[in-house]
């Protein structure tokens, strides 16, 4: 149990264009999903907290227009990154709990890379 | 300022050794304490949890002990095996309310040598 998928594992786009990273618990209801960046050879960083049917949270630094959260549903939240950069290149990682438990379970991450 | 602190060098054992790996944090009073274990390319796999009023916790090869006075916690793996060889990584749990945000240290790497 308590399964996180992410879709997709990688992708590659151009400088300026949008992309949408999916975000998925299989066997669970996540009340609360977040999103990490983890650049190589670095620890994880939080992004932003999504609660679904609300507004993300996004922690200092983070800009909240370029890096656009939706957690739609209980099993669902999606991360846009928006007129992507070259610096955005990253590894994406999701992770989402059930409840108020403190166990987080983590998805397989996407690779973003931005040409 | 919050920081933790994982040792950055790797650490290299022989197999069925004991592997003992080190977090430290300071300006924190975490509620709880976790550690994960991470592989190349991969998302983090939750390994332990355990709580401020909880001095150690076992599961399987694994211990995790807490010093909240340390500021302290230590994750062993006992009988270690070559398939153990991974990043681990401890994460706090922070927020004065049940967040769930959790803030990581940097991993340390371990090689279980056959």
């Known amino acids: 149990g308590a399964v996180v998928s992410q879709h997709p594992s990688w992708v590659i786009c151009k400088s300026g264009t949008s992309v949408k990273i999916e975000c998925r618990s299989l066997?669970?209801?996540?009340?609360?999903m977040f999103w990490y960046r983890q650049f190589p050879k670095q620890s994880l960083m939080l992004m932003a907290t999504s609660n679904e049917g609300s507004k993300a949270t996004y922690e200092q630094g983070v800009e909240k227009d370029k890096f656009l959260i939706n957690h739609a549903s209980l099993t669902l939240s999606t991360l846009t990154v928006t007129s992507a950069h070259p610096e955005d290149s990253s590894f994406y990682i999701c992770s989402a709990r059930d409840g108020t438990g403190s166990e987080q379970y983590f998805g397989p991450g996407t690779r973003l890379t931005v040409t | 300022s919050q920081k933790i602190e994982q040792n950055s060098e790797a650490l290299n054992i022989q197999e069925g050794k004991t592997a003992t790996l080190t977090c430290n944090y300071t300006?924190?009073?975490?509620?709880?304490l976790q550690w994960y274990r991470q592989d190349p390319g991969r998302g983090p796999v939750f390994l332990l949890l355990?709580?401020?009023?909880?001095k150690e916790k076992r599961k399987e090869r694994l211990k995790v002990t807490f010093d909240t006075t340390l500021k302290q916690s230590l994750f062993h793996i006992t009988a270690s095996q070559p398939a153990d060889s991974a990043t681990y990584l401890c994460a706090l749990g922070r927020g004065s309310s049940n967040t769930g945000k959790l803030i990581f240290g940097q991993g340390t790497t371990l090689q279980v040598k056959p």
């Open positions: 355990i709580r401020e009023n909880e």
């Open positions: 300006n924190y009073s975490p509620a709880y």
């Open positions: 066997d669970f209801q996540a009340t609360t």
